[in-house]
Structure formats: structure tokens, C-alpha cells
């Protein structure tokens, strides 16, 4: 929608209209009467701002979305756990293996 008003505005609507009337057979949309060019000047900064608003909005308050994030990091958080518990991987015993499980839970945490 931003995208069409800035051509709209841009492109002069009122300049093209008047030169390609007269050189071809092309008709034009006629535009709503509050859609000038001083509206569409107010217009375009605020469009973007406002659907960066709503899309944040929407985001944040999408249950589904954060469950399977949380579901997931718990999912990832158990694994490490169990893999502790056995002794396996990053956590099998060695001489000078001091790896320390939380560190692994933050990394987790911050995805």
C-alpha cells in the first residue's frame, strides 16, 4: 500500500494525467477527491510506522507461536539434561573436562 502511494505521489498523478490525455486513448482511474498530493506527502511516513506497529503486535501476542518456541527450548534443555546424565558427548568424563551444564542451558536460552 505504501509502495502505490509513494508512485502515486512521485509520479505526479496530476502531470501525467495531463500529458498522456492528449497523446493517447488511455483512461484513468479517476482518484478519490481527498487523495492529493499533500495527503499522500502525510501519508507516507506514517504507513510503514503504523504496519511495524501491528506486526509487532501480532507477533507478541501469538500464543501459538510462543509455545512451540518454548516447547522447543524445553525439548533442547531435557536432551542436554539427559545427555549429562548418561555422560555422553560433550559431558563424557575426561581428564580436563569441566563443562558446565548451565552454560549450556543459556546458550539455549538465547535462540
Excluded: H
Aim: aromatic share 10%; hydrophobic share 40%; with cysteine.
Amino acid at each position: 500500500m505504501t509502495t502505490v502511494l509513494a508512485l502515486l505521489y512521485y509520479a505526479g498523478i496530476e502531470d501525467c494525467r495531463e500529458e498522456c490525455s492528449a497523446s493517447s486513448d488511455v483512461e484513468f482511474i479517476e482518484l478519490p477527491s481527498w487523495l492529493s498530493r499533500e495527503t499522500l506527502a502525510n501519508l507516507l511516513p506514517i504507513l510503514p510506522v503504523i504496519s511495524g506497529m501491528m506486526l509487532t503486535i501480532s507477533s507478541k501476542f501469538s500464543p501459538i507461536l510462543k509455545w512451540s518456541s518454548l516447547y522447543s527450548n524445553a525439548e533442547q534443555i531435557k536432551s542436554e539434561i539427559y545427555m549429562y546424565r548418561a555422560r555422553v558427548g560433550d559431558y563424557m568424563p575426561r581428564v580436563k573436562n569441566n563443562i558446565d551444564i548451565m552454560s549450556k542451558v543459556r546458550k539455549i536460552e538465547k535462540k
